[in-house]
């Protein structure tokens, strides 16, 4: 695939993002392109709206894993492109489009010129939410290939075309979704002594969550709690009988979830009995696990990025979360961010990658898996 022909690809791709594990249109777009490919080297398989690609090796001793995120974000874009989102209220506003077409121009290079060892393209669904990484593993599908490391990159918007970041431990965060419903007595506004006010109750909870991060974590660890949405009441007049709050836990230390995790069990216990009310929490379905990245493998890349004539800086750890991190669990790897120069960032509505990165990632992937 020529240079025009993957912006084309990207274009198309862009059009059309859905959702996690409703990627019925995005699938059946990649398998056509797929299809189009030389097929004397490929394996093709499907799982629910992912596709995995064996370009099986010349004389291959081991497999070589790369993975793509395939889905959209419930976000109405406003980039006024010519080829913005025809499905309404939902946008590649994370970069997968861009994910999939680097993809794919791997897979055609590796398809026309393959290398000793088998190389094993995923094309993973849910990224976002719930999570397609781990029920891939609890699957036990990649046992058939017998994976010995894997990697993948992420769009960069604040770094320029060319440049490439990545550093070895510790890239993104443990991240857990969070659920809190407030259960109370509603009434009358001017009989508060007969009612279990929950406003007043989740407010309060709100302002002393904040005393597990200040004073239950090591100043020298790292934990963020963030409740980013607080729903209660009905009328001005009327005591609020339940609220609701919504928000996320994000740690470095798998074991500082766990820990954060119980020390707000115990607050919530707390609470129940001093406002005699209840309050029911659930950790969602979109918990993710820290991406780590292998020490060997981010040295041999960042050789591999600076012969190729591309920039390559250190990155910080961020407090992002990435559901490639069970694979990194499960295998030795690594992700890198790759740049893009767009002045608005991820999950923004006006995010507008600069294409020009598509090849610079193709290079960087494919050199990478031939120096393996």
């Known amino acids: 695939m020529n240079t025009d022909q993957l912006l084309q690809v990207r274009k198309d791709l862009h059009q059309i993002p859905e959702l996690g594990f409703q990627e019925f249109k995005t699938q059946e777009y990649l398998l056509n392109v797929i299809k189009n490919m030389d097929q004397s080297n490929l394996e093709i398989e499907q799982w629910?709206?992912?596709?995995f690609v064996l370009v099986k090796g010349k004389n291959p001793s081991r497999t070589i894993g790369y993975r793509a995120d395939m889905d959209g974000l419930p976000i109405q874009e406003q980039t006024g492109l010519p080829y913005t989102s025809i499905h309404p209220s939902n946008m590649h506003a994370c970069g997968h489009d861009?994910?999939?077409t680097i993809a794919l121009g791997v897979l055609d290079r590796l398809a026309h010129n393959p290398i000793e060892e088998n190389v094993l393209i995923v094309f993973q669904p849910a990224e976002e939410g719930p999570g397609g990484a781990e029920p891939i593993l609890a699957s036990k599908l990649l046992d058939k290939w017998q994976l010995d490391m894997i990697f993948a990159l992420h769009i960069a918007p604040e770094l320029p075309v060319g440049t490439i970041s990545c550093r070895s431990g510790i890239l993104f965060a443990n991240t857990s979704e969070l659920y809190l419903d407030f259960t109370g007595k509603g009434g009358h506004a001017a009989y508060p002594h007969l009612?279990?006010?929950m406003i007043v109750?989740?407010?309060a909870f709100v302002t002393q969550l904040q005393q597990i991060i200040s004073r239950r974590v090591d100043p020298l660890d790292s934990g963020v709690i963030t409740i980013g949405k607080m729903t209660a009441g009905s009328v001005q007049n009327i005591i609020a009988e339940t609220a609701r709050l919504e928000g996320t836990i994000r740690t470095l230390k798998p074991e500082t979830m766990n820990q954060i995790k119980n020390q707000l069990e115990q607050f919530i216990k707390g609470f129940e009995i001093s406002a005699d009310c209840k309050i029911d929490v659930d950790y969602g379905g979109a918990n993710y696990y820290q991406v780590e990245n292998t020490d060997?493998?981010?040295?041999?890349?960042?050789n591999v990025v600076t012969s190729l004539g591309y920039s390559y800086i250190d990155a910080n750890p961020a407090m992002t979360g990435e559901d490639f991190g069970y694979f990194l669990k499960e295998y030795p790897g690594f992700m890198f961010w790759l740049g893009v120069d767009s002045a608005y960032g991820l999950h923004h509505s006006m995010l507008n990658p600069k294409e020009?990165?598509?090849e610079v990632g193709v290079n960087s992937v494919v050199e990478m898996i031939r120096s393996l």
């Open 356 to 358: 020009g990165a598509i």
């Open 98 to 100: 861009l994910h999939m």
């Open 195 to 197: 009612t279990k006010d």
């Open 296 to 302: 060997r493998y981010v040295k041999q890349f960042s």
């Open 201 to 203: 109750t989740a407010s």
């Open 48 to 51: 629910k709206t992912g596709i």
